[in-house]
């Protein structure tokens, strides 16, 4: 009975969520009349362009298509218009989306934005205003990482912690989960990587409380611990050690003219005898008061905000990205207010293929190597018949220098 009520409240779960929007690419060449390519780069030729494929290994050769970026060194800029506005005021926000690095991606973004209603989808451009970025971002070994972006009154707020992302080249699900009490989830297929609050990890709002400029650090407070020692003295004879003295060791060399090179000194080296500068040993300081800590007021310009995280006029997603090699395919975006409807999709199309997709993966990377290997043993053997070649050529050179020699004598 307890699994049943499980399944009954997942179900109420499910219809009373709302999908705000959804893009799984399914229906063949349609997506390219929902997506929008902007002009941005276009005239100067570093505009790339989306293809609709499942790529060179996949589960199901229909459900795993998606948009992948087909040309190397190109801005892609693509946006995506969902039925009508939607607020995000009062609920939980869902942003979930699949990217496959299929070209083992050196340098390149991988993220997607929620944009506002009014975007001007023909000019949107890197510089276009956005409520949220979120995804992984790859260049070279130094950046490896998930982003997560809000923007608050008109500024970018980038998160504090490090969220690393996949690298491998196979599918891959981002998951981005923002409640109305400020706290937020970051999921990689379906396991929790991040999660926390908006007002701790992102610098939102200027602090709580500030340094109370009213008041200094009294100039008697004493806050070393430790001080000289007043009883104790430099010894006299200290300073009669020198710090170097004339290696011992060390000969005047036989050419070593005087008159020309001058009187021949021993080169210095460090005196073992020396004690270095002298210090006087340390007491416990009786005056000490402890580390001063500077008191702390009120901040008069923080202002508590509960709308942080929240959007009134969400209406497209979109891609804007910039990647050296091309190669990562996205799929299957979800915006809604229910966890359960995000987590339903990702089980009907990552969880049903994602075995078989590994599958045709290890396959493909098989065969690659077993090309190879017959590639190199070819040359190989190549190498070898030239390699005999010339020895017959060496050993027939050899017989007609023998027969001339013959004929001569």
């Not at 179900?11 to 063949?28: C, I, M, N, P, R």
């Not at 004339?246 to 005196?271: L, Y």
Request: hydrophobic letters at 30%.
């Amino acid at each position: 009975m307890k699994a049943v009520g499980v399944v009954l409240l997942a179900l109420v779960a499910l219809s009373q969520a709302t999908v705000f929007y959804k893009e799984t690419f399914a229906d063949g060449d349609a997506w390219s009349k929902r997506w929008v390519q902007s002009n941005w780069k276009k005239s100067s030729g570093e505009a790339g362009t989306f293809k609709l494929t499942a790529g060179q290994w996949y589960g199901d050769a229909e459900e795993d298509k998606g948009i992948q970026t087909s040309q190397d060194a190109r801005f892609y800029a693509y946006t995506a218009k969902a039925e009508k506005p939607f607020s995000s005021e009062g609920k939980t926000l869902v942003l979930q989306f699949s990217a496959k690095h299929e070209q083992d991606i050196d340098c390149g973004g991988g993220y997607i934005k929620l944009l506002p209603s009014n975007v001007e989808q023909k000019d949107f451009t890197g510089d276009s205003e956005y409520f949220i970025m979120f995804g992984p971002d790859i260049c070279g070994t130094s950046t490896k990482k998930v982003h997560v972006i809000f923007n608050y009154n008109g500024k970018n707020h980038l998160i504090k912690k490090e969220i690393p992302a996949e690298s491998d080249r196979l599918t891959h699900v981002y998951t981005l989960i923002v409640k109305p009490d400020q706290t937020y989830e970051v999921r990689i297929d379906g396991s929790k990587k991040e999660s926390g609050s908006l007002l701790d990890d992102w610098d939102f709002l200027p602090p709580k409380t500030i340094k109370d400029p009213a008041v200094s650090k009294p100039s008697d407070w004493v806050d070393e611990p430790m001080m000289d020692d007043p009883a104790d003295t430099k010894p006299a004879d200290w300073d009669s050690t020198p710090k170097e003295i004339p290696d011992p060791d060390a000969k005047k060399p036989e050419d070593w003219d005087d008159e020309a090179d001058g009187e021949w000194e021993a080169p210095k080296i460090p005196n073992p005898e020396y004690k270095g500068e002298w210090k006087p040993k340390k007491i416990k300081n009786p005056a000490y008061k402890g580390k001063w800590v500077h008191p702390e007021i009120a901040n008069p310009e923080y202002k508590e905000d509960t709308s942080i995280g929240q959007y009134s006029d969400i209406g497209a997603v979109g891609f804007d990205l910039w990647q050296v090699k091309s190669g990562t395919i996205f799929d299957n975006i979800i915006v809604t207010d229910s966890v359960a409807e995000a987590e339903a999709l990702m089980e009907q199309t990552y969880g049903a293929n994602k075995d078989a997709e590994k599958k045709a993966f290890d396959e493909a990377e098989k065969k690659k190597r077993d090309e190879e290997e017959a590639e190199r043993k070819k040359n190989e053997k190549k190498k070898e018949e030239e390699d005999d070649d010339d020895d017959d050529d060496d050993d027939d050179d050899e017989d007609d220098k023998k027969k001339k020699g013959h004929d001569e004598l």
